[in-house]
């Protein structure tokens, strides 16, 4: 499959400039024409370990997002949610724009509860996961549980602190197959801050399904939303 689209997207290889805090980046930008892009595979869900870059900006103005790049600086995932509409739904696109998950908020539920589709959400279109936030106060470690349609024991729980972007993805052997850990620096004395950070996933876990977990941490456990779209007191 070819890529065919009109954004400009940062080559990662040059010119970076990272500051503390906000992010702040100066890109050596290119413009990709259409069908001009090399071929795109779609993400490989078995083999070795992939690190991924996890950039929490949109490509689009006035959107909010994130844009996701493995070891070499392709663009791999993105994802971008227009300001006034990104409460209840969100889509996780490979890198030419083709829906690989769609996340929406389960109706009528009194705590933080998603359900994970393929591809497009259409009418009638059964879930493949739910993801529900942890209210587990023994452990508060624990954020977030992950269940199959077929199950309603969890296949996933998601532990750690996202605040501070150190997290685990466990499976129901308790193995761990994906990590979210800050990104380090190649200079001293610079810092990526919050908004860049690696996610580390293993061979026995799809990528698009751990980068839709993210998402979703990201929106139950940011300091910017909560589940009403108001600032949120959670910490972790």
């Known amino acids: 499959m070819t890529c065919t689209t009109h954004h400009l997207l940062p080559n990662l290889s040059k010119n970076r400039s990272w500051f503390s805090g906000d992010l702040k980046t100066t890109f050596s930008m290119t413009k990709v024409y259409p069908n001009a892009a090399s071929e795109v595979p779609r993400p490989v869900t078995r083999g070795p370990v992939v690190t991924l870059t996890v950039w929490k900006k949109s490509l689009l103005f006035n959107c909010n997002g994130f844009t996701v790049y493995d070891s070499r600086g392709n663009l791999v995932f993105r994802v971008d949610n227009y300001l006034s509409d990104h409460k209840g739904e969100l889509v996780l696109m490979d890198a030419c724009g083709k829906s690989l998950l769609t996340l929406r908020r389960k109706m009528l539920s009194l ?119 108001r600032r949120t007191t959670d910490n972790r």
């Open 111 to 229: 705590s933080d509860h998603w359900l994970i589709f393929d591809g497009d959400f259409g009418s009638g279109a059964k879930p493949r996961f739910s993801m529900k936030k942890s209210r587990n106060f023994l452990n508060p470690k624990s954020l977030a549980h992950v269940f199959s349609s077929a199950s309603k024991t969890p296949i996933y729980e998601i532990e750690g602190i996202y605040s501070q972007r150190c997290c685990t993805i466990l499976d129901e052997k308790q193995q761990h197959v994906a990590e979210i850990k800050c990104k380090e620096a190649s200079k001293a004395g610079i810092s990526y801050g919050w908004d860049v950070f690696k996610l580390i996933v293993q061979p026995e876990m799809e990528m698009e399904v751990a980068m839709a977990l993210v998402l979703l941490l990201d929106h139950m456990f940011s300091s910017r939303w909560s589940t009403a779209g």
